[in-house]
């Protein structure tokens, strides 16, 4: 039993490291990429090539005066950021990063928990990072904050439905809800379920960005019509916490993609994490790239396109897949 929580506490204190430092060095990443989309330096002051700037952004917002409107409910106010980032943590700890390894004579599994029912908990946990959205934009009573938090809610169950969907396929031909052994099944190139389900794949990546509120979908943020909508009102660490979530999710997104459509950790020569990390990276690329190439959507051709686009394309996926399984 000590054996198991030291391994486990361990696991823990890695995959939380991994974790922050990916989200710290994101938001260097997309900034020097925005930056070279759009012929600029982007950062390159702060340490070589600018790798300091996450640590002084977050020195700074560290130090920032913490402000609480007069007229705002505090205790919805203040956990608010908690229901953004805290769901975000707790869904990378059940995706594998690599096969098991050995260590000092034990085999140890390169994920913090492997549960049997992994894509339901997964799909539970991303209903629940909508709330700190919703709850912020209500909590002080800002008609631009609010109206950030409506549209969020509006768009999180529109493509929340065609996201469960979008997975129904793989799941038909895996047979199992366990993230491991959906990884396990991908054992050669050819079986990699982007090849198997590749609409299933189109349809979670979609909405999977959308869910994130990332462009051409952050219609909840909205600058230009909102003042940033949820989180106008937000600052310091709270703030941060909004920001911390979102890069959180989007590595989140990336990792889910490539468990279960890019064989997650398979791969020749190189060690399983080394591939695993690489997967990610390629779709933390194409995030980017999508943000700096495409304009966001009105709000009717969002709607339109989710439930007029994408929700019968997930149901035509699992009504094919079902007949190719059956015939």
Request: a neutral charge; one cysteine or more; aromatic letters at 16%.
């Amino acid at each position: 039993m000590l054996e198991f929580l030291i391994i486990t506490s361990i696991k823990i204190a890695v995959f939380l490291a991994i974790w922050l430092g990916g989200m710290a060095y994101l938001t260097w990443l997309e900034r020097k990429l925005l930056g070279d989309f759009q012929v600029r330096l982007g950062p390159a002051y702060v340490g070589p090539f600018g790798l300091l700037q996450p640590i002084a952004d977050g020195l700074k917002l560290f130090f920032k005066e913490d402000i609480t409107p007069s007229s705002a409910s505090k205790l919805v106010y203040t956990i608010a950021p908690l229901l953004t980032f805290v769901p975000a943590f707790i869904l990378f700890g059940v995706i594998p990063i690599g096969n098991e390894i050995t260590l000092f004579g034990k085999q140890i599994q390169l994920v913090v928990s492997d549960l049997n029912v992994g894509v339901l908990y997964i799909l539970a946990v991303f209903s629940v990072a909508v709330y700190g959205i919703v709850l912020a934009g209500w909590s002080y009573n800002n008609k631009y904050s609010l109206i950030g938090g409506v549209r969020s809610t509006a768009q999180a169950i529109s493509y929340e439905v065609s996201l469960g969907l979008s997975l129904i396929g793989l799941l038909m031909i895996s047979g199992s809800l366990d993230l491991v052994e959906i990884v396990k099944s991908q054992d050669s190139f050819f079986h990699w379920y982007i090849f198997r389900q590749p609409l299933g794949f189109i349809l979670f990546l979609i909405c999977g960005i959308a869910d994130n509120n990332r462009a051409p979908f952050d219609l909840p943020e909205a600058e230009n019509e909102l003042v940033a909508g949820y989180y106008t009102e937000y600052s310091s660490m709270k703030f941060a916490l909004f920001f911390l979530g979102e890069y959180g999710n989007m590595i989140n997104i990336s990792a889910l993609t490539t468990t279960l459509f890019l064989g997650g950790w398979q791969g020749p020569l190189l060690p399983s994490f080394v591939w695993f990390f690489i997967k990610v990276f390629a779709l933390l690329f194409l995030y980017i790239w999508i943000r700096a190439t495409l304009p966001r959507f009105r709000y009717d051709q969002l709607m339109n396109f989710g439930w007029k686009v994408l929700f019968p394309l997930a149901i035509l996926n699992i009504f094919i897949t079902g007949i190719v399984l059956v015939y």
